[in-house]
């Protein structure tokens, strides 16, 4: 999945008919999936003419990926702004599953958007998977985790953590059982990875 940000040098008007196709689109997106949403409800949501849709995107699909990346920053920006003073790329890494998970606490209507627009790339040169990237061959250097890992590390985790954030959307746990849920997915992600059981206990008991 590319990235699709606003382009460069683009006029006020334009940007402003961008914004409201990208907040009509997330409106929808909130309700059923892009297949299932027409061109015409988009633009008369948004209140433009058609024309102005394929001035910005060339395609449905396009639109929801451009949708589901500004979520997918925001997400990213919480992660490195949690991780901002840890150095242990194992602490690192639980804490990028933990951070996902209270987003979906607190934005599940913006998870249930990136979550359905499949815009959660795996791609291991994906600009957005470079901090876990980093984590997971520093863990693999000091000997933390599998070899393994150095080559399908990243695919396991985002996977993980995709997998958890759709559990939490889909069955709306109380405080208590979703920190459980958290937990156990620390413990059995990392363990996977190849880390002690010992050190992943405690990371989820964080």
């Not at 996902?100 to 040169?125: G, I, Q």
């Amino acid at each position: 999945m590319a990235s699709h940000p606003e382009p460069l040098n683009i006029s006020p008007r334009a940007a402003r008919t961008r914004a409201a196709l990208i907040a009509a689109g997330f409106e929808l997106l909130v309700e059923r999936p892009i297949d299932a949403i027409a061109i015409d409800e988009v633009v008369a949501r948004a209140g433009v003419a058609k024309g102005s849709f394929f001035n910005h995107f060339p395609d449905k699909q396009v639109f929801a990926e451009a949708i589901a990346s500004e979520v997918r920053v925001e997400l990213e920006a919480l992660v490195t702004r949690a991780n901002a003073d840890v150095t242990d790329p194992i602490m690192r890494i639980a804490g990028g599953m933990r951070v996902a998970a209270d987003f979906v606490r607190n934005n599940p209507k913006r998870t249930a958007v990136l979550l359905r627009s499949s815009a959660s790339s795996t791609a291991r040169d994906h600009p957005l998977n470079q901090g876990l990237v980093h984590d997971i061959r520093a863990a693999v250097d000091a000997g933390l985790v599998r070899p393994e890992a150095e080559g399908s590390g990243v695919l396991y985790w985002l996977g993980l953590c995709q997998i958890l954030m759709a559990n939490l959307v889909e069955r709306r746990l109380e405080r208590a059982d979703a920190d459980r849920r958290i937990s156990d997915m620390i413990i059995l992600g990392l363990t996977g990875l190849g880390v002690k059981s010992s050190a992943a206990l405690k990371l989820a008991g964080r």
